[in-house]
């Protein structure tokens, strides 16, 4: 069975839903993505590779390929040996390169006490305040939409349309692998997520707040009782799904000061709940079409500079 999500049946069935070809090899997963000039690409998310050739893999997947596949981005979990041979270049992570894990067999108190005592303070801030945790059907789907918009617009990053994330529910939700979730007060919908549960992991996938009553730290709520959900599920760990401390030092990371970066701030947020960070090692690519990829390496460049960045 997959070890992450994203190389499970369900992902698959959600990424051929969405119109995205895909076949396996060696049970890995591989999605056909989109590229500029009719140009696609295949992508192996987040695999663990076990005592499979690597060399064999790759030899199978060109096999596979069409003319206007030119290149296979691999994203591991772990750091395996690669036949010198095998011509490869580093590629911008799809995933995140760095998330925040929770060790959720231990006991509530016990992660109560781990985090930081800020994080303490906010979820019973919350609490007394009346912020409201529920648990929404999928077909509420659109209330959360309308948030995700307002912080995709002000924290500057961008989207997959509207669609892609109510198949993602269908399909997950068939299972029971998605929850959506919600805090609120009063008639306000202050804060959302879309939380994967899979296998015994749980995932923060999604999340979206608002600029609203800001001040009733309904974040800090909605992610204690996501965590306790997990829980109550049988997860043994609650994956935060991306953090970045590359430009933090060891005493900022293990403090409370808060920044006004807006990525900074997300990641000091979640560390607050405490956990284990995990490093992932390095994308990477490997061309099919030479002329082609390196074509395409020189465009990446250029449209990075001018366009967010979305998750697969």
């Not at 985090?115 to 919350?126: G, V």
């Not at 939409?145 to 961008?158: G, I, V, Y």
């Amino acid at each position: 069975m997959a070890n992450s999500f994203l190389q499970s049946g369900e992902w698959e069935k959600f990424q051929n839903i969405v119109g995205r070809q895909t076949f396996r090899i060696h049970d890995l997963l591989f999605i056909r993505l989109p590229l500029p000039l009719n140009k696609t690409y295949l992508y192996c998310p987040r695999f663990e590779l076990h005592k499979t050739d690597f060399t064999d893999i790759i030899n199978k997947v060109t096999d596979q390929s069409t003319d206007r596949d030119i290149f296979i981005r691999f994203e591991p979990e772990q750091i395996f040996k690669i036949d010198p041979k095998i011509l490869t270049h580093q590629s911008p992570s799809v995933q995140p390169k760095q998330t925040l894990v929770l060790d959720l067999t231990k006991t509530e108190d016990q992660l109560l006490l781990e985090m930081k005592p800020k994080t303490r303070y906010n979820i019973r801030l919350a609490q007394k305040k009346n912020v409201e945790y529920r648990m929404w059907n999928i077909e509420s789907f659109n209330e959360i939409w309308k948030l995700m918009q307002e912080t995709a617009k002000r924290d500057k990053f961008s989207l997959h349309a509207k669609n892609y994330y109510q198949k993602m529910l269908e399909v997950l939700g068939e299972n029971g692998y998605i929850s959506l979730l919600t805090a609120t007060h009063e008639s306000d919908l202050l804060a959302g997520m879309i939380l994967i549960h899979y296998q015994d992991q749980a995932i923060y996938l999604h999340g979206a707040s608002s600029s609203q009553k800001r001040n009733l730290m309904a974040p800090y709520l909605l992610h204690w009782e996501a965590i306790r959900l997990a829980k109550s599920r049988g997860c043994q760990t609650y994956d935060f799904w991306g953090i970045n401390t590359k430009n933090m030092s060891s005493d900022q990371i293990n403090s409370e000061q808060q920044y006004s970066d807006k990525l900074d701030g997300v990641t000091k947020f979640k560390l607050g709940f405490g956990g284990q960070i995990i490093n992932y090692p390095d994308c990477f690519e490997v061309p099919i079409h030479k002329k082609a990829y390196f074509a395409y390496q020189t465009t990446r460049k250029i449209h990075r500079l001018i366009k967010p960045r979305t998750f697969e």
